[in-house]
């Protein structure tokens, strides 16, 4: 399984050049997750590193396969030196350990939560995760494994998280694209909601 992430990591480091930083967690019971930073003009990209080792298992399937079933890593991009965004690290590596802690299937529209803010002084808590394909290309596996699929993070305040849940990620998408909200401001209000 270390050949899928020597390949994840091939893939970020085509895409996104070299990582500039890296740091590593390990929770009690799970595998390692890396975060990696690139940094590119004024933005700062975060992706993880060691989600994509095993497949996301539906926590009610009664024997996890050890081949099939999704994989994603995910990524994260604010501007540069507006706020100290590199405490996200931690954050980051607990969203990318959610699979095999929690039991999750991280999937496009879903809200992940880290119950604190993403750095220090940061409106946001949660995030929404974006359909993939756009930044990092999906990484082909042999048969008969998934791709790993680059899912994009959106960082998100506790009222939009809420009007969310109530309205569905397409509405709350719909809504930040018509007020043009820069979504990669790490000190950005949240959108009128009203």
Partial sequence: MAQILALVEAR???????????????FLGTDRIEVLRFSEGDLVRYATLGMSEHPMTDPTAVVADPLRG??????????????????LLRPLAVLGAAPQVEGLVVAPGASLDVGEPLWEG??????????????????????????VHFLPLLPMTSNEAAWKRVHGAAAL???WLSHGTDLRDPLRSAVPLD
Avoid: H, I, Y
């Fill in 122 to 147: 940061a409106p946001f808590t949660s995030v929404l995760v974006a359909e993939p394909g756009g930044l990092v290309e999906d990484l082909e596996l042999d048969e008969p494994m998934d791709p």
């Fill in 173 to 175: 998408q719909e809504r």
């Fill in 70 to 87: 999704p994989r994603a890593e995910l990524v994260l991009t604010v501007r540069a030196g507006l706020a100290p965004t590199d405490k």
């Fill in 12 to 26: 970020l480091r085509s895409a996104l050049g070299e990582p500039d930083a890296r740091a590593a967690v390990t």
